[in-house]
């Protein structure tokens, strides 16, 4: 699988591997680390994900990197950005997201890779605009989101279309960054 590799002072941001596929089916059987997700992953499906963001770069040249900690970690989970799969009113649009192993959270992996993915989305793919979204309760996200520089949005919340009404996760927040000019 090929694709650009990010690299950060602490971090390499890089194409998956077929040896990633066992990590990141931990990582998402986590209930702690999808505590904000409907449920936990099956194997199956995890591996599915895994072959969706393949397929994103592919056929976009970006998506969800593979982050690496270079002697500690060769899978701490991704960090990227990707097109959302449902339709909401801020649609089109590119997505930054992460979703990192309990191990690697607390140490600025997340906000470090997520720099590296919005430098190459408005350098190199020269994007217009970056939006990242999340359920209302996830302050971790949030604040990550904030640290980007990102501005929350109250007029583009929204209810996730693919949850039930009344369902605890439904009702989002959608942050927005514009590129600099």
């Given at each position: 699988m090929s694709g650009p590799v990010l690299k950060t002072e602490r971090l390499i941001l890089r194409p998956w591997r077929d040896a990633d596929l066992a990590p990141f089916a931990a990582l998402n059987a986590d209930p702690e680390v999808m505590r904000y997700f409907p449920a936990t992953l099956s194997r199956a499906e995890s591996d599915a994900v895994a072959g969706r963001i393949r397929e994103s770069f592919a056929a976009r040249?970006?998506?969800?990197?593979?982050?690496?900690?270079?002697?500690?970690?060769?899978?701490?989970?991704?960090?990227?950005?990707?097109?959302?799969?449902?339709?909401?009113?801020?649609?089109?649009?590119?997505?930054?997201?992460?979703?990192?192993?309990?191990?690697?959270?607390?140490?600025?992996?997340?906000?470090?890779?997520?720099?590296?993915?919005?430098?190459?989305?408005?350098?190199?793919?020269?994007?217009?605009?970056?939006?990242?979204?999340?359920v209302v309760a996830n302050l971790p996200s949030r604040r990550v989101m904030e640290r980007l520089g990102m501005r929350h949005d109250p007029c583009g919340d929204f209810d996730h279309p693919s949850l039930p009404e009344g369902h605890w996760l439904r009702r989002h927040v959608l942050y927005r960054l514009r590129a600099p000019n």
């Amino acid at each position: 699988m090929s694709g650009p590799v990010l690299k950060t002072e602490r971090l390499i941001l890089r194409p998956w591997r077929d040896a990633d596929l066992a990590p990141f089916a931990a990582l998402n059987a986590d209930p702690e680390v999808m505590r904000y997700f409907p449920a936990t992953l099956s194997r199956a499906e995890s591996d599915a994900v895994a072959g969706r963001i393949r397929e994103s770069f592919a056929a976009r040249g970006f998506g969800n990197w593979a982050v690496e900690v270079p002697g500690v970690t060769p899978f701490a989970g991704f960090v990227g950005l990707s097109v959302p799969r449902f339709d909401a009113s801020f649609m089109p649009c590119v997505e930054i997201g992460w979703r990192l192993a309990r191990a690697c959270w607390g140490k600025g992996y997340a906000s470090e890779a997520a720099w590296a993915a919005l430098d190459f989305g408005f350098g190199t793919l020269k994007l217009r605009e970056i939006v990242s979204f999340t359920v209302v309760a996830n302050l971790p996200s949030r604040r990550v989101m904030e640290r980007l520089g990102m501005r929350h949005d109250p007029c583009g919340d929204f209810d996730h279309p693919s949850l039930p009404e009344g369902h605890w996760l439904r009702r989002h927040v959608l942050y927005r960054l514009r590129a600099p000019n």
